[in-house]
Nanobody, 114 residues
């Protein structure tokens, strides 16, 4: 059974930085794609960034501030978040697509506040 475990969330001041990590385990194969989503209170879960075959894509709201990267040797995905804003406050979820199934982590809280 595939498991995803996120880490790196926390409280940061506006303008600060955080790096989220997600480790995938339980499969002998590497996932086809990995990504990060977030869900703020009262809002729907939304895509933040995804990386597929080494090609990243980003939500417009985070372009130029967030960077997604992946270490295929460790089945890990990272999200470097810079210039954080209060509106980035949310629970951040990692996902991994092992065709044909999509798996999710349990989420990690990111709070941007002074």
């Amino acid at each position: 059974q595939v498991q995803l475990v996120e880490s790196g969330g926390g409280l940061v001041q506006p303008g600060g930085s955080l790096t989220l990590s997600c480790a995938a385990s339980g499969s002998m194969f590497s996932p086809n794609s990995m990504g990060w989503y977030r869900q703020a209170p009262g809002k729907q879960r939304e895509l933040v960034a995804r990386i597929t075959s080494g090609t990243p894509s980003y939500a417009d709201s985070v372009k130029g501030r967030f960077t997604i990267s992946r270490d295929n040797t460790k089945n890990m995905v990272y999200l470097q978040m810079n210039s954080l804003k209060p509106e980035d406050t949310a629970v951040y979820y990692c996902n991994a697509f092992y065709s044909p199934k999509l798996y999710w982590g349990q989420g990690t809280q990111v709070t941007v506040s002074s």
